[in-house]
Nanobody, 124 residues
Framework: VQLQACGGGLVQAGGSLRLSCAAS????????MAWFRQAPGKEREFVAA????????WYSNSMKGRFIISGESAKGTVYLQMQSLEPEDTAVYYC??????????????????WGQGTLVTVSS
C-alpha cells in the first residue's frame, strides 16, 4: 500500500490550496480515507475523512466549512480543498487509510496506512 500526498506549498492568508492523495494497493471507495495535519510543536490532529462507498464524510469542527474532502474512485485519489487559509493552518498534511472502519474516524490510531505528508505554509 502506498499513499502519495502532494499539493502543498506556500500560500498567503485567505488563499486556497487543493491537496491530493493518490492511493495504490488500497481502495479509496471501500475504505475510509482521511487527512490529518501536524503543526510545528503540536500533536497530529484530525482534519477530515471520507468513505466514498455510502458517501460518508467527517470533519473536524474547527475546519468544517473551510475544508472540503472528496475523492475519485476511478483515479484512486482523495482530495482536500482548503479555503480561507490562515497562518494557523500551517502544518504537514498527511493522508491515511482505515481498512477496518470501526467508527472513530477522528482517531489516528484507527488508520492502518499513512502517506509521507505534504507541507502547507500560510503566510500572514
Amino acid at each position: 500500500v502506498q499513499l502519495q500526498a502532494c499539493g502543498g506549498g506556500l500560500v498567503q492568508a485567505g488563499g486556497s490550496l487543493r491537496l491530493s492523495c493518490a492511493a495504490s494497493g488500497v481502495s479509496v471507495s471501500r475504505n475510509v480515507m482521511a487527512w490529518f495535519r501536524q503543526a510545528p510543536g503540536k500533536e497530529r490532529e484530525f482534519v477530515a475523512a471520507i468513505r466514498l462507498f455510502g458517501a460518508r464524510t467527517w470533519y473536524s469542527n474547527s475546519m468544517k466549512g473551510r475544508f472540503i474532502i472528496s475523492g475519485e474512485s476511478a483515479k484512486g485519489t482523495v482530495y482536500l480543498q482548503m479555503q480561507s487559509l490562515e497562518p494557523e493552518d500551517t502544518a504537514v498534511y498527511y493522508c491515511a487509510a482505515d481498512t477496518k472502519y470501526r467508527g472513530r474516524q477522528d482517531r489516528e490510531t484507527e488508520y492502518d496506512y499513512w502517506g509521507q505528508g505534504t507541507l502547507v505554509t500560510v503566510s500572514s
